[in-house]
């Protein structure tokens, strides 16, 4: 079983005494995994967990919540990450230390009346933050998914006597950060060491979907609709397809970044905030800034050819996928 993970150790217990804990998003790999999972230990031999970020798509979600539990008979566990706390310290920080800094008073007035939990854990995130996540400084897969999770996993751990597994859906082929990724590996959480599994590192994507397809399970809707990543919708990894994507089939989504960029300018210190980051030209104020990038800026950018006249540095970063250590996107 050691030659399977390039040499490295694999565990030794018996698997009678494994819990596999499936990390699941939606997406075709998460499923492969969940498939592969059930196979082995069937259902009552495992738990199934999935992140809501609160910027997933309707399709997505009713995916997750019913179509996948339904199929399979089993329940998904959803964790959710809550920055109530954390917005309100930032409003001392905001009434105590930004008048000692010069921010001028609307800016603070601004930021007080915006800074307060709107329930939604995305938007939360970047009212406390003030900005959005990007691909430089992508906080958002940290603080929606990977804590959450890992705060899951410490609860199943203290609750079992069995050696919980986190089962992944990474594929080496998907990104050269996966290149490398082992079948089994040492993870930990804030307080336990744990056994990561990822059962389909040496799988190909058309090979995953031809096995669920073998199983006759059905696939996240979303791919049939032409998107090709499944995880926030929209991701801040979005390229120029996938935002041309969203303006052509979801002008809701659209107008739902145009208000999260008006609340997060609202609090913030800069007061701009836009949800995608195109075009970082120096030497603009903070008004021209928000012009270039906003979102209406971003699906005229998104219409040009490949290569347009807006493309710059941090475009040319490869597309990342989300860096999530748990496998909760694809
Ligand atoms: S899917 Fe994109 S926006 Fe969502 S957490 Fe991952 S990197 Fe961030």
């Known amino acids: 079983?050691?030659?399977?993970?390039?040499?490295?150790?694999?565990?030794?217990?018996?698997?009678?005494?494994?819990l596999?804990?499936?990390?699941?998003?939606?997406?075709?790999?998460?499923?492969?995994?969940?498939?592969?999972?059930?196979?082995?230990?069937?259902?009552?031999?495992?738990?199934?967990?999935?992140?809501?970020?609160?910027?997933?798509?309707?399709?997505?979600?009713?995916y997750i919540n019913h179509t996948i539990p339904e199929f399979f008979g089993i329940k998904i566990d959803v964790v959710k990450a809550d920055f109530t706390a954390q917005i309100a310290r930032k409003r001392v920080y905001v009434e105590t230390v930004w008048p000692t800094k010069g921010v001028p008073d609307d800016i603070i007035r601004s930021a007080l009346a915006t800074l307060h939990p709107t329930g939604n854990a995305f938007l939360d995130l970047c009212i406390w933050k003030g900005r959005f996540p990007s691909r430089r400084v992508q906080f958002c897969t940290q603080e929606l998914k990977s804590r959450p999770l890992s705060d899951y996993l410490d609860n199943v751990i203290a609750s079992t006597s069995l050696h919980v597994e986190n089962w992944q859906g990474v594929r080496r082929d998907e990104s050269a950060s996966r290149a490398n990724a082992l079948m089994w590996e040492i993870g930990s959480t804030k307080t336990q060491a744990h056994w990561i599994h990822r059962p389909i590192i040496h799988m190909s994507a058309l090979e995953v979907v031809a096995f669920a397809r073998s199983r006759g399970v059905p696939l996240n809707p979303l791919y049939a609709l032409g998107e090709n990543r499944v995880g926030c919708f929209p991701c801040v990894n979005c390229g120029k397809a996938e935002i041309l994507n969203l303006y052509h089939r979801w002008p809701e989504v659209i107008e739902r970044m145009r208000e999260w960029e008006r609340i997060v300018s609202a609090a913030s210190k800069r007061g701009l905030g836009t949800f995608f980051f195109i075009n970082q030209e120096d030497g603009r104020t903070d008004a021209e800034h928000f012009e270039a990038n906003r979102i209406d800026s971003a699906v005229e950018w998104a219409k040009t050819a490949r290569g347009g006249t807006q493309f710059d540095l941090e475009c040319m970063i490869p597309p990342a996928m989300c860096s999530s250590e748990y496998g909760l996107c694809e």
């Open 20 to 62: 596999p804990v499936v990390s699941f998003s939606g997406g075709k790999d998460s499923l492969c995994t969940l498939i592969k999972a059930l196979e082995i230990y069937g259902r009552d031999g495992i738990r199934v967990v999935t992140a809501d970020t609160d910027n997933e798509n309707p399709l997505t979600v009713e």
């Open 1 to 18: 079983m050691s030659e399977q993970n390039d040499g490295r150790p694999v565990p030794t217990y018996p698997r009678v005494h494994a």
